[in-house]
T-cell receptor
Framework: QKEVEQNSGPLSVPEGAIASLNCTYSDRGSQSFFWYRQYSGKSPELIMSIYSNGDKEDGRFTAQLNKASQYVSLLIRDSQPSDSATYLCAVNLRGNEKLTFGTGTRLTIIP | NAGVMQNPRHLVRRRGQEARLRCSPVKGHSHVYWYRQLPEEGLKFMVYLQKENIIDESGMPKERFSAEFPKEGPSILRIQQVVRGDSAAYFC???????????FGQGTRLTVV
């Protein structure tokens, strides 16, 4: 099992719909979880961080964390073409001081 | 309030030359991470440093690659005797602590010809 796993996609979502991105991780004791957005040819940009179970909302973005099931998800409401990018899940695995990334999910919003 | 600064943005080296990549973290951040990204691939961890210490270099090839983060000055990722396979984007990120959010620089695109 990979330490941090994401479906590589591509995921296509119509404009205005909800895009749902999922990530699972291997270590139940992990404490910090992050979502980054990366446009083609650009550097990753932090969009959400979450540390405790439940939902965290920021504008059109909602991060959801379920430590018992070891998954973290990102919902994007009212999807816009500008949301088309690769979304990277990152986890600070317990006992491991580096930030471990999934391979990313490529999201395309269809106008 | 500058973010993570990396230079150069683009670097071209001939096979066998040395590449030196620099990263200045966000002011006040003492944790620096280096990642490598090949086209259409994910971020691969290389090395994690705190001031004057290498904490985890498990992702860095044992030969030709080295990294440092001195007490004063930027973090440096050094690649000796570059080969074509070293061509990639190299990203640096910094954070205040291992549990805090990390911010990325713009990256250095290394091309080996």
């Amino acid at each position: 099992q990979k330490e941090v796993e994401q479906n590589s996609g591509p995921l296509s979502v119509p404009e205005g719909a909800i895009a749902s991105l999922n990530c699972t991780y291997s270590d139940r004791g992990s404490q910090s979880f992050f979502w980054y957005r990366q446009y083609s040819g650009k550097s990753p940009e932090l969009i959400m961080s979450i540390y405790s179970n439940g939902d965290k909302e920021d504008g059109r973005f909602t991060a959801q964390l379920n430590k018992a099931s070891q998954y973290v998800s990102l919902l994007i409401r009212d999807s816009q073409p500008s949301d088309s990018a690769t979304y990277l899940c990152a986890v600070n695995l317990r006992g491991n001081e580096k930030l471990t990334f999934g391979t990313g999910t490529r999201l395309t919003i269809i106008p | 309030n500058a973010g993570v600064m990396q230079n150069p943005r683009h670097l071209v080296r001939r096979r066998g030359q040395e590449a030196r990549l620099r990263c200045s973290p966000v002011k006040g951040h003492s944790h620096v991470y280096w990642y490598r990204q090949l086209p259409e691939e994910g971020l691969k961890f290389m090395v994690y440093l705190q001031k004057e210490n290498i904490i985890d270099e498990s992702g860095m090839p044992k030969e030709r690659f080295s990294a440092e983060f001195p007490k004063e000055g930027p973090s440096i990722l050094r690649i000796q005797q570059v080969v074509r396979g070293d061509s990639a984007a190299y990203f640096c990120a910094s954070s205040q602590s291992t549990l805090e959010k990390a911010f990325f620089g713009q990256g250095t695109r290394l091309t080996v010809v």
